[in-house]
């Protein structure tokens, strides 16, 4: 069956889990989270968006007004038909997970080490560390009426994504029309990007970065490790999980700053949200912050690093 919820989302997976979903207008892919449900009155979705994580929408293709509109024994029909339907989408669910999880494991098993001469890799000045390539290309899902089709190829940089025990859980994807994660990826994990504790240029500092080629430009300016969190959203976890594995090292967020970028929070205005996050991870965490020293919109350690090679840095 083929649902379309309100503005937001097409083809919900409809199993009591948390999904991502795709704005029926083509915009914004990737930009709704949901969760829908079977009842025996209809379908019920709280769908809400990612620049407003704490307010929810609601959805529903009800019939009446309430139970007094259905028969007790037609109610307790459809409460069986929809406890089958909700179990039987989440048995699918399931299925799809852990066939897309085997696939991400295949593809980075036979994967290569990417070529420090790869287009991403060259544009951002940077070594290929931790990057892969595929020696083939992989079809990942299927396009349909509702979504396209996602495809990896062996000029894509791959950067893979290990949850908190080394087990890979993801992967994101760069290509020259930009990122995003394969289907099937958990994004909430980390990649290690540099040697050990005692090879930096500072003993037993560990600095922390929201994008890939921020913790490279980093690593290569340091020579220190530099864990990747992926997003700003998981600069806390990722925080949390080197303060448990390392508690008396020092810890560095490495912000990007965002300069004129900002979210909506439960109706309040958050500017330059990476920056924000990390100051609010580092003192849970007890780590300090260090952003980068140009003075004129948005910019990233990569963006330092870049302008030292060219030797056009902006003043402060």
């Known amino acids: 069956m083929t649902h379309t919820v309100g503005l937001a989302i097409t083809n919900p997976v409809i199993d009591g889990q948390w999904h991502s979903g795709r704005r ?8 709704i989270s949901y969760v829908g449900h079977y009842l025996p009155k209809g379908l019920l979705v709280r769908y809400r968006h990612h620049k407003q994580p704490d307010t929810c929408h609601v959805w529903k293709e009800w019939e009446g007004e309430d139970h007094a509109n259905i028969d007790a024994a037609e109610y307790r029909r459809k409460k069986e038909q929809a406890e089958t339907l909700a179990q039987q989408a989440a ?6 997970k852990a066939r897309l999880r085997a696939m991400l494991q295949q593809i980075i098993a036979d994967s290569i080490p990417a070529a420090h001469e790869h287009p991403y890799v060259a544009k951002k000045r940077i070594l290929a560390i931790g990057g892969r390539q595929t020696r083939q290309r992989y079809a990942v899902i299927p396009e349909t009426a509702a979504t396209p089709a996602q495809y990896l190829s062996p000029s894509d940089l791959l950067i893979p994504i290990y949850d908190h025990t080394g087990y890979l859980q993801g992967i994101q ?20 990007v540099g040697g050990g504790l005692t090879t930096g240029e500072t003993a037993n500092r560990l600095y922390i970065a929201e994008g890939w080629a921020t913790a490279v430009s980093i690593h290569i300016r340091t020579r220190n490790p530099v864990i990747v969190a992926f997003s700003t959203s998981n600069l806390l976890g990722a925080g949390y999980w080197a303060r448990g594995c390392y508690p008396d090292t020092e810890l560095v967020y490495a912000v990007d700053n965002d300069i004129g970028s900002f979210i909506i929070i439960a109706g309040k205005k958050i500017e330059n949200p990476g920056k924000y996050y990390a100051e609010q991870a580092a003192i849970a965490v007890n780590a300090a912050v260090i952003k980068p020293p140009m003075s004129e919109g948005k910019s990233d350690w990569n963006d330092w690093h870049i302008s030292q090679i060219l030797n056009t840095r902006k003043p402060d």
């Open 91 to 96: 048995t699918q669910a399931a299925r799809e």
């Open 173 to 192: 994807q760069i290509t020259v029309q930009g990122r995003k994660f394969v289907r099937g990826s958990i994004k909430d994990g980390l990649c290690w």
């Open 24 to 31: 029926c207008d083509g915009k914004g892919a990737d930009k």
